[in-house]
């Protein structure tokens, strides 16, 4: 079974200091990865994701996150953080369950932007 | 287009109580699914539903039914709430359930059982 481990339950940053994220997973297949973000009293939106392809893949608000197969790590980045970032991320891995797809979540990492 | 909605967005039960949670979405999905959100543990899937008419168990139906009425609408049902159902709780959408698809999420329903 599919499963996703995100490295620190909190992360802060001041504003315009490199955000990173850390997501690495374990899968049986070739994976298909999500990460999606959290706004306060609000639903998941989805940042970017990766199928097949290009490892670096770019999302929205300036998010990216890098493939890496040898280290089975999905880790999202933001060159320069705004206030506006701060938010709950969570990472996916998406899996097969009879015929349909399951996303198998991270248990989340909250991240503060200091001004 | 107001993609995933869900009602209500708040309610306080009572142990014992019932209630129905209502996820509606209007993007022509197959595919939609109920989630949890715990503290910590990010979202569990509860049920899911691949197609209209059709409905299957997640990591963690125990305690709950769900009904997919139509294409739109896939419902959550909880006959005898417990407080350990106190929870956020999610519908998601996507299309053809293939793996790299996206899924959409409402706003959440926030649940306290007393």
């Known amino acids: 079974a599919q499963s996703v481990t995100q490295l620190g339950s909190h992360v802060s940053v001041s504003e315009g200091a490199l955000v990173l994220l850390r997501c690495n997973y374990s899968?049986?297949?070739?994976?298909?990865l999500f990460w999606y973000v959290q706004y306060p009293n609000q639903g998941l939106q989805l940042l970017l994701k990766y199928t097949t392809g290009a490892t670096l893949v770019k999302g929205i608000n300036g998010f990216e996150a890098e493939f890496k197969k040898s280290e089975t790590s999905f880790h999202l980045t933001k060159p320069s953080a705004h206030m506006s970032d701060a938010a709950e991320y969570f990472c996916a891995v998406s899996d097969r369950i009879q015929g349909a797809q399951k996303l198998v979540f991270g248990q989340g990492t909250r991240l503060t932007i200091n001004p | 287009n107001a993609g995933v909605t869900q009602t209500p967005k708040f309610q306080v039960l009572k142990t014992g109580q019932s209630m129905t949670l209502q996820c509606a979405q209007d993007m022509n999905h197959n595919s939609m699914y109920w989630y949890r959100q715990d503290p910590g543990m990010g979202l569990r899937l509860i049920y899911y539903s691949a197609s209209e008419g059709t409905t299957d168990k997640g990591e963690v139906p125990n305690g709950y039914n769900v009904s997919r009425l139509n294409k739109r609408e896939f419902s959550l049902r909880l006959e005898s709430a417990a407080p350990s159902q106190t929870s956020v709780y999610f519908c998601?959408?996507?299309?053809?359930?293939?793996?790299?698809?996206?899924?959409?999420f409402g706003p959440g329903t926030r649940l306290l059982v007393l």
């Open positions: 899968s049986s297949v070739p994976p298909y």
């Open positions: 998601a959408s996507s299309r053809p359930p293939n793996l790299g698809e996206t899924q959409y």
